[in-house]
């Protein structure tokens, strides 16, 4: 949901997987509401690996691990890859996740997580690695997340990086405004373009 | 010495905005029941209607079951989305083809096939696989939800321009190769983010070789290279194909639209940020053996040492095994990467004179009712139930398991889908991406077989 991003400082959720896919992140089968309702996509978070078959919580997958909370979620590097479906930012959203941090992300699911004012970091291979190392040595590791500064810091090692951010994005998050609050304010501009446009094709 | 897909971005972008974003005209958006309804429900919140109305097209196709589509469906959440969809579109005022429309299909099969998607077009829809449309010469990429409404709303969307990668294939494909294994050799020497970041234009003898159905099938699969798109260059092949469709230019309109199509080509100097270079006389029949689809090797070939441990368990696959022998439980021929005409007469000119295994269920599944009318027009129905195999009605199917079409846990299925990640096609599911020609070979000899041996 909308919400002004200014600095998240939390402890995570490690994943080190690689190649997750939004199949992974919330399954078909859970798309078929019609509503945006962010809690049920949230409840249903890594359904099938947080869930045994027979309903039951999976003991040995990090969300249901009570050392690992907090607000962010760190992952292995291609995260979010496969299905469009924005749904699956909806499931991240949901649980609770601000922020996800990893060497790379989809680009279709980048877009998405943006676009439900969940920040995707991008940081280094060695700086993933690293942090994957803090959190298993000390689950309590915090990260903070500035986004102001577009940097990021380990607190347990103190190593930081910048990461990018689209100055016109940045501005969407720490003012909590979207894309579509945007464009329509642009109506004049697209109907200049399409007459234009129309001429270029039509002459 | 701009490439094509500069030309076709760079001529649909209505301004910079601060940042490097840029707002794009879209000319054609496709809705499907699963990505839009909370698209629809943002408009009706923020109180307006669809810019371009005329420019949006809707079908479902996700949910649909593949038999007994005259009557309701059963399962209500499915039938409460395919509702909302249809309700949606008559509330905004646009063309819809619903259940049983003559024009109903994957949205990634009916685009092309009707006219719908034309060269130099921009095209968006709320599901990755829209890169398919690239194949006519577009510039065609999956969106969100949120992304969705902003179309919509706008006719636009702001993005980052991707960068521009070339792919060129060169040479003669090899017998029973075809568009999907070219696909699946790519990913397995790219990876599955090996082309993120890109929009990809595919190029060279083996390309251009393939047909229209051939080229959709590559272009289909461009995201699962991490690709924001891939499209082919247009051609006689493609003004052939599009000549006459429903929606496509007629007359003067048409002979004007192809002179200018004719112009979009990469200039010669045109510079790639990447170009990768593949031979395609090394491109064998491939199969998956893992749970993305980057994990492809030659169906003659053997699992790899070092693959992910947490994938060769769920497959209950082990490294230094062969591929062909394996047992086949479901063999699934259809999907937006395999579901068109060319794809059934593959099928059938392996099964033709042979019987379906004793144990494989098939679902063979056209991308659409006009797949499925040629099929039976071309008498390849005979051909597939003299073998034993039965054609149901169109939609996605098993390729994401969303209606009854699901494959038990711990099962195998040789699909020509797009996905085998886990419990793509249902919880617990198996699955081993091939072309039509090696599902074929498969669903007639209940193991996994190379169809060269077989045709």
């Known amino acids: ?203 | 010495m701009n490439t094509l897909f500069d030309k076709i971005w760079d001529s649909h972008v209505v301004q910079r905005v601060d940042g490097g974003l840029e707002q794009l005209y879209i000319d054609r958006l496709y809705c499907h029941e699963v990505t839009s309804p909370q698209a629809f429900d943002g408009l009706r919140h923020r109180g307006i209607r669809c810019f371009r109305p005329e420019r949006i097209i809707c079908m479902p196709d996700h949910n649909i079951p593949t038999t007994g589509q005259e009557s309701p469906i059963l399962d209500p959440v499915s039938k409460k989305q395919v509702d909302t969809l249809s309700s949606n579109a008559a509330e905004f005022g646009l063309t819809h083809f619903g259940v049983m429309h003559k024009h109903n299909g994957i949205v990634h099969v009916v685009g092309p096939e009707k006219g719908l998607s034309l060269p130099g077009m921009t095209i968006v829809c709320g599901d990755s696989h829209t890169s398919t449309h690239g194949a006519v010469g577009a510039v065609a990429f999956g969106i969100g939800t949120s992304e969705v409404e902003m179309v919509l709303a706008s006719q636009c969307v702001l993005q980052q321009k991707p960068k521009s990668m070339r792919i060129t294939v060169e040479g003669p494909l090899g017998k029973g190769v075809t568009a999907k294994d070219i696909a699946l050799y790519l990913m397995s020497e790219i990876s599955t983010s090996g082309a993120t970041g890109y929009f990809v234009e595919y190029s060279g003898s083996a390309v251009r070789a393939l047909s229209m159905e051939g080229r959709l099938t590559l272009c289909n699969l461009s995201i699962e290279m991490g690709a924001r798109g891939g499209f082919v260059a247009p051609d006689e092949t493609t003004f052939n194909y599009m000549k006459g469709k429903e929606y496509a230019p007629k007359g003067e309109d048409w002979d004007k639209a192809v002179a200018q199509w004719r112009n979009l080509k990469s200039d010669e100097d045109a510079v790639f940020d990447k170009e990768l270079f593949f031979d395609a006389t090394l491109i064998e029949p491939m199969v998956t053996f893992g749970t993305n689809p980057g994990a492809g090797i030659p169906i003659t070939g053997f699992i790899p040492q070092g693959y992910s441990a947490k994938s060769l368990s769920y497959m209950n696959f082990h490294e230094g095994e062969r591929m062909i022998g394996k047992p086949v439980d479901y063999v699934f021929l259809g999907a937006c990467t395999n579901g068109r005409i060319e794809d059934f007469r593959n099928f059938a000119s392996i099964v033709k004179g042979r019987h379906k295994a004793p144990g494989v269920v098939a679902w063979l599944v056209p991308g659409s009712w006009a797949v499925r009318r040629q099929i039976e027009e071309e008498g390849l129905d005979r051909v597939l139930m003299e073998a034993g195999f039965e054609i149901r009605q169109p939609g996605c199917s098993a390729c994401l398991a969303m209606n009854e079409d699901r494959v038990p846990p711990g099962k195998y299925c040789v699909s020509t889908s797009n996905r085998n990640f886990e419990g793509r096609q249902g919880p617990g599911s198996r699955t081993i991406l091939a072309s039509p020609l090696t599902a074929a070979a498969a669903a007639v000899t209940g193991v996994i077989t190379d169809p060269r041996g077989l045709s």
């Open chain 1, 1 to 203: 949901m909308k919400q002004r991003f200014d600095i998240v400082e939390s402890s995570c959720v490690p994943l080190p997987i690689d190649n997750i896919d939004t199949d992974q992140i919330i399954p078909a089968r859970f798309l078929k509401a019609t509503t945006r309702d962010e809690r049920f996509f949230g409840e249903n978070l890594f359904r099938d690996w947080r869930f045994r078959p027979d309903g039951s919580p999976d003991p040995s997958f990090v969300l249901n691990d009570p050392r690992f909370k907090g607000d962010i979620l760190v992952a292995g590097k291609n995260f979010g890859c496969g299905s469009s479906r924005e749904h699956a930012a909806w499931a991240i959203a949901g649980f609770g996740f601000k922020v996800v941090i990893s060497s790379s992300f989809a680009d279709i699911h980048k877009n998405n997580e943006l676009n439900n004012f969940v920040l995707p970091v991008v940081v280094s291979e060695a700086f993933l690695s690293d942090l994957f190392r803090s959190i298993a040595d000390d689950p309590s590791t915090i990260v903070r997340v500035d986004v102001p500064s577009q940097t990021v810091t380990n607190l347990a090692t103190g190593a930081r990086e910048s990461f990018d951010l689209n100055p016109y994005k940045k501005y969407c998050l720490m003012n909590a405004l979207d894309d579509i609050d945007f464009l329509l304010l642009q109506s004049d501009k697209i109907e200049t373009f399409e007459k234009d446009r129309y001429e270029i094709i039509n002459r």
